[in-house]
């Protein structure tokens, strides 16, 4: 009989056994050396991956080109085992190196072992996506890594069941692809594990989690975290029973090198071949640093835990397991691990290097600039402060860029004005300044937003085209037939939330079209608005056109975090090597009472900056932005106006074909006397008034910016407050929300405050939630009535004698 601890034969092999037990040796040594680094002040902050090594060597194993990452910032062994990251790397991130070339992952824009790896080449265009090992962002919030992951395993089902993907060969191999997730056991209270887990039992998908039990969350143990101190066990009733489909639990102990091995490869062959999600409960892991850089686990851990904890190191484990088994000898051993810890030093010793380098280069030229000035005034002027600056600054044992503006910014304050060669020296420390925030710039502030051709903003746009017979139509039909047309041109389009599918939507904008382009493509879900966001997430990272729909803006707050923390910055925080192009399908503004007619607009665009907002005023709008984003790789949400479907608007003949611009208002109502700037659902009131103001010898301008992010990027609500002089920013949010922005925007970046002849106002709804009915609605919302008295009470203040 063969020994329980005895590896199947394609792993017994001493090579590979041996490499695996250097690369558990080298990712320690790097956690123990980046700690220190630290701690002495070289780096900020570090969270490091010491005691998972083992568990994450044997699920390395089974991970193939084109399967998919969603972890947690434990998992620098994993993404070694695979070839994603190396020593020199970890030095990058931990020192916030910000060259993408060495650090590509995130060019230093988020702490150290958050990782990733490019969708996109630098033009904008999808890599083989099938050619490499695949990893989505990470994030810090805890758990925030769920949604996302569901995505990620539910375009393997979309790509295996639909047929018609079977030939996006750089996407998928007809969905053989496994979405492997991480989290620590602590997270696992959160309330996105729960519903990921549900949504992925309900959905059958291919994702495979691995839970690291610790024991810990940072300070508070298990007992406080999880019912029963389990998650294996109190997970059992989503367990899969005979004709009940659910999941797959698998347990292993995190020291346990060849049982994890023999784990994972049972676990993911099940997984991947019939897409049914598996946990792996990793028991028995430790943390033999603590939680991270901020702390010291010897404040809540007891004595005996920490004794527990070092005769359960997984690495010494391993140890006595290769000794064991004969498989090489203690000296070998030693030898290995002695390698390994040296191959970190000198990562740690280059990565300084390469840290340091540039900076210094940087701080040298400007101290050149300095010590070549030709002017010396008088000791006691200002000039002595320009030594002493520069002198300071060359003191500074490990500077970072901070130091050398600090320094080029009050020297250029201290240079004495009697100096005749002034000039030059403010000219050179001006260059000095303009050249190296453009780099900062590129360092710090690029790629929030796609700047490639694949951009929204450079799809051309197309008007929608009406001719004598064009029939006048209910609103929702409009984004029928558009919908319609799109389904059949993009085969990687799906749309899926709650009442999308049978009755296609709520407001019946997708009637009839799970009939024609089935199930797999439009799609009912359960009630989760942020696994429905992180099933567009994964999905759109994986090259499908995904529409996540929201049934009401107001329940979008349920997925706002994921929203704000992980679609938001996906692109920035990769410094543009990932995208994901989801669209988000809303609808809100004014309809009934306080969940169901919100326009939380300031609340959007303000959580969201990274995402384009598009609030159309009509349904035509709606359309040809949909038509837009699916031609362009950007996220973004639109909010049809609620109030809209059942409203009449001309059917374009060129439906499916019209493209909306972003960032382009429209002037809808010219006029000279003053400017309304609103968007979405007003638009229509802001008509209304204006035909009661016209009756008064008030000539109003309407403008709607249809697009709060991008923001008039043309500048044609200057063009007009420059005709009348006059503006009111209008819209449904709260007073000092949306129309503050729009103000901010309008007079102060486009600099519209200097042809004003009448301060700027603001109309908005009120501070509490619109009431009920249509009394609620009228009481709570600007009318038309109240845009009335509003221009003309600025009319009147301008001209009291005509007025
Ligand atoms: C939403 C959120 N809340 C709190 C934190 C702070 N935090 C970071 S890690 C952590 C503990 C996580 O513990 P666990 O999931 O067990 O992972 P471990 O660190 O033990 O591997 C906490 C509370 C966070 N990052 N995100
Ligand atoms: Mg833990």
Same mark, same amino acid.
């Given at each position: 009989?063969?020994?329980?601890?005895?590896?199947?034969?394609?792993?017994?092999?001493?090579?590979?056994?041996?490499?695996?037990?250097?690369?558990?040796?080298?990712?320690?040594?790097?956690?123990?050396?980046?700690?220190?680094?630290?701690?002495?002040?070289?780096?900020?902050?570090?969270?490091?991956?010491?005691?998972?090594?083992?568990?994450?060597?044997?699920?390395? *194993?089974?991970? %193939?080109?084109?399967?998919?990452?969603?972890?947690?910032?434990?998992?620098?062994?994993?993404?070694?085992?695979?070839?994603?990251?190396?020593?020199?790397?970890?030095?990058?991130?931990?020192?916030? /190196?910000?060259?993408?070339?060495?650090?590509?992952?995130?060019?230093?824009?988020?702490?150290? /072992?958050? =990782?990733?790896?490019? /969708?996109?080449?630098?033009?904008?265009?999808? $890599?083989?996506?099938?050619?490499?090992?695949?990893?989505?962002?990470?994030?810090?919030?805890?758990?925030?890594?769920?949604?996302?992951?569901?995505?990620?395993?539910?375009?393997?089902?979309?790509?295996?069941?639909?047929?018609?993907?079977?030939?996006?060969?750089?996407?998928?191999?007809?969905?053989?692809?496994?979405?492997?997730?991480?989290?620590?056991?602590?997270?696992?209270?959160?309330?996105?594990?729960?519903?990921?887990?549900?949504?992925?039992?309900?959905?059958?998908?291919?994702?495979?989690?691995?839970?690291?039990?610790?024991?810990?969350?940072?300070?508070?143990?298990? *007992?406080?975290?999880?019912?029963?101190?389990?998650?294996?066990?109190?997970?059992?009733? =989503?367990?899969?029973?005979?004709?009940?489909?659910?999941?797959?639990?698998?347990?292993?102990?995190?020291?346990?090198?060849?049982?994890?091995?023999?784990?994972?490869?049972?676990?993911?062959?099940?997984?991947?071949?019939?897409?049914?999600?598996?946990?792996?409960?990793?028991?028995?892991?430790?943390?033999?640093?603590?939680?991270?850089?901020?702390?010291?686990?010897?404040?809540?851990?007891?004595?005996?835990?920490?004794?527990?904890?070092?005769?359960?190191?997984?690495?010494?484990?391993? $140890?006595?397991?290769? !000794?064991?088994?004969?498989?090489?000898?203690?000296?070998?051993?030693?030898?290995?691990?002695?390698?390994?810890?040296?191959?970190?030093?000198?990562?740690?010793?280059?990565?300084?290097?390469? =840290?340091?380098?540039?900076?210094?280069?940087?701080?040298?030229?400007?101290?050149?600039?300095?010590?070549?000035?030709? +002017?010396? +005034?008088?000791?006691?002027? *200002?000039?002595?402060?320009?030594?002493?600056?520069?002198?300071?600054?060359?003191?500074?044992?490990?500077?970072?860029?901070?130091?050398?503006?600090?320094?080029? $910014?009050?020297?250029? %304050?201290?240079? +004495?004005?009697? +100096?005749?060669?002034?000039?030059?020296?403010?000219?050179?420390?001006?260059?000095?300044? *303009?050249?190296?925030?453009?780099?900062?710039?590129?360092?710090?502030?690029?790629?929030?937003?796609?700047?490639?051709?694949?951009?929204?903003?450079?799809?051309?746009?197309?008007?929608?085209?009406?001719?004598?017979?064009?029939?006048?139509?209910?609103?929702?039909?409009?984004?029928?037939?558009?919908?319609?047309?799109?389904?059949?041109?993009?085969?990687?389009?799906?749309? =899926?939330?709650?009442?999308?599918?049978?009755?296609?939507?709520?407001?019946?904008?997708?009637?009839?079209?799970?009939?024609?382009?089935?199930?797999?493509?439009?799609?009912?879900?359960?009630?989760?608005?942020?696994?429905?966001?992180?099933?567009? !997430?994964?999905?759109?990272? $994986?090259?499908?056109?995904?529409?996540?729909?929201?049934?009401?803006?107001?329940?979008?707050?349920?997925?706002?975090?994921?929203?704000?923390?992980?679609?938001?910055?996906?692109?920035?925080?990769?410094?543009?090597?990932?995208?994901?192009?989801?669209?988000?399908?809303?609808?809100?503004?004014?309809?009934?009472?306080?969940?169901?007619?919100?326009?939380?607009?300031?609340?959007? !665009?303000?959580?969201?900056?990274?995402?384009?907002?598009?609030?159309?005023?009509?349904?035509?709008?709606?359309?040809?932005?949909?038509?837009?984003?699916?031609?362009?790789?950007?996220?973004?949400?639109?909010?049809?106006?609620? /109030?809209?479907?059942?409203?009449?608007?001309?059917?374009?003949?060129?439906?499916?074909?019209?493209?909306?611009?972003?960032?382009?208002?429209?002037?809808?109502?010219?006029?000279?006397?003053?400017?309304?700037?609103?968007?979405?659902?007003?638009?229509?009131?802001?008509?209304?008034?204006?035909?009661?103001?016209?009756?008064?010898? !008030?000539?109003?301008?309407?403008?709607?910016?249809?697009?709060?992010?991008?923001?008039?990027?043309?500048?044609?609500?200057?063009?007009?407050?420059?005709?009348?002089?006059?503006?009111?920013?209008?819209?449904?949010?709260?007073?000092?929300?949306?129309?503050?922005?729009?103000?901010?925007?309008?007079?102060?970046?486009?600099?519209?405050?200097?042809?004003?002849?009448?301060?700027?106002?603001?109309?908005?709804?009120?501070?509490?939630?619109?009431?009920?009915?249509?009394?609620?609605?009228?009481?709570?919302?600007?009318?038309?009535?109240?845009?009335?008295?509003?221009?003309?009470?600025?009319?009147?203040?301008?001209?009291?004698?005509?007025?």
């Amino acid at each position: 009989m063969k020994k329980q601890n005895i590896l199947p034969d394609q792993y017994m092999n001493k090579k590979k056994i041996l490499a695996d037990y250097r690369l558990a040796n080298l990712s320690r040594n790097l956690s123990i050396i980046g700690r220190r680094e630290v701690l002495t002040g070289k780096a900020k902050f570090g969270i490091f991956g010491d005691g998972k090594e083992i568990v994450q060597i044997a699920m390395a *194993k089974q991970f %193939r080109d084109g399967d998919w990452r969603s972890g947690y910032y434990r998992d620098q062994t994993w993404m070694m085992a695979m070839g994603l990251y190396d020593s020199l790397e970890f030095f990058h991130q931990l020192y916030g /190196n910000t060259n993408r070339e060495i650090n590509p992952g995130s060019g230093g824009r988020v702490f150290n /072992n958050h =990782f990733s790896e490019p /969708n996109v080449n630098s033009d904008g265009t999808w $890599r083989d996506l099938m050619k490499q090992k695949n990893s989505s962002a990470d994030i810090s919030p805890t758990a925030g890594q769920m949604p996302r992951l569901l995505g990620l395993g539910y375009a393997s089902k979309l790509f295996r069941q639909n047929k018609e993907l079977h030939g996006f060969k750089t996407l998928s191999n007809k969905g053989n692809e496994v979405a492997f997730g991480s989290i620590g056991d602590a997270s696992t209270s959160e309330g996105y594990f729960w519903e990921t887990i549900n949504a992925a039992g309900v959905l059958q998908v291919p994702v495979a989690i691995s839970v690291y039990d610790d024991g810990f969350g940072i300070s508070v143990p298990k *007992k406080y975290q999880t019912t029963k101190s389990s998650i294996s066990d109190i997970l059992k009733g =989503f367990e899969a029973e005979p004709d009940r489909p659910g999941i797959l639990i698998f347990k292993g102990k995190g020291w346990d090198y060849p049982g994890l091995i023999k784990l994972y490869e049972e676990g993911i062959a099940i997984c991947r071949r019939d897409h049914v999600p598996v946990v792996f409960h990793i028991d028995e892991v430790t943390q033999p640093q603590g939680h991270s850089t901020s702390g010291s686990h010897e404040r809540y851990k007891s004595e005996e835990r920490l004794k527990w904890e070092i005769e359960s190191d997984p690495i010494g484990k391993m $140890r006595e397991w290769i !000794i064991n088994e004969g498989i090489a000898s203690a000296e070998e051993l030693d030898s290995l691990a002695a390698d390994a810890e040296e191959e970190a030093r000198e990562s740690r010793r280059k990565g300084w290097e390469m =840290f340091q380098t540039p900076i210094k280069i940087e701080r040298d030229a400007l101290v050149k600039i300095i010590n070549d000035r030709s +002017c010396r +005034c008088p000791e006691d002027s *200002k000039e002595a402060s320009v030594e002493k600056i520069a002198e300071d600054l060359m003191k500074v044992i490990a500077p970072i860029r901070k130091d050398n503006f600090m320094a080029a $910014r009050k020297i250029l %304050r201290n240079i +004495c004005e009697a +100096c005749s060669n002034t000039g030059n020296l403010t000219e050179e420390l001006h260059g000095w300044l *303009k050249r190296n925030y453009a780099d900062a710039s590129m360092s710090y502030d690029r790629f929030l937003y796609n700047e490639t051709p694949t951009s929204v903003l450079h799809v051309k746009p197309i008007a929608p085209v009406y001719s004598e017979n064009s029939p006048e139509v209910p609103g929702r039909q409009i984004l029928r037939e558009n919908w319609d047309k799109l389904f059949s041109k993009y085969p990687l389009l799906v749309t =899926f939330g709650e009442d999308t599918g049978k009755i296609g939507g709520v407001n019946q904008t997708l009637e009839g079209l799970q009939k024609k382009y089935g199930e797999l493509r439009i799609t009912d879900t359960g009630i989760r608005e942020a696994t429905i966001l992180g099933q567009g !997430i994964g999905l759109s990272l $994986r090259g499908m056109r995904p529409v996540a729909e929201i049934q009401y803006l107001d329940y979008l707050m349920y997925a706002l975090q994921l929203l704000s923390d992980d679609l938001a910055t996906t692109h920035y925080r990769t410094a543009g090597s990932m995208v994901a192009p989801l669209i988000i399908s809303t609808r809100g503004h004014r309809l009934e009472g306080i969940w169901h007619s919100g326009s939380p607009m300031s609340m959007v !665009i303000n959580s969201v900056r990274g995402v384009y907002v598009c609030a159309p005023r009509d349904m035509t709008r709606a359309a040809g932005f949909y038509n837009s984003l699916l031609e362009g790789n950007d996220p973004a949400i639109v909010i049809e106006p609620l /109030n809209g479907y059942r409203l009449r608007e001309r059917m374009p003949d060129n439906i499916g074909e019209f493209r909306m611009p972003l960032g382009i208002p429209e002037v809808l109502h010219e006029g000279s006397d003053l400017t309304i700037v609103t968007y979405g659902s007003t638009v229509r009131i802001a008509a209304e008034a204006a035909n009661q103001l016209e009756l008064h010898g !008030i000539s109003v301008e309407i403008i709607d910016v249809q697009t709060l992010v991008p923001f008039d990027i043309r500048g044609i609500i200057l063009g007009s407050i420059r005709k009348t002089n006059r503006v009111l920013f209008l819209d449904e949010d709260l007073p000092g929300g949306t129309t503050a922005f729009m103000l901010q925007e309008t007079l102060e970046r486009q600099g519209g405050w200097q042809y004003l002849d009448s301060p700027p106002r603001t109309l908005t709804a009120k501070e509490h939630r619109p009431a009920y009915t249509t009394d609620g609605d009228y009481f709570s919302k600007p009318n038309a009535e109240d845009i009335f008295d509003a221009v003309y009470a600025m009319m009147k203040e301008s001209v009291p004698a005509k007025y």
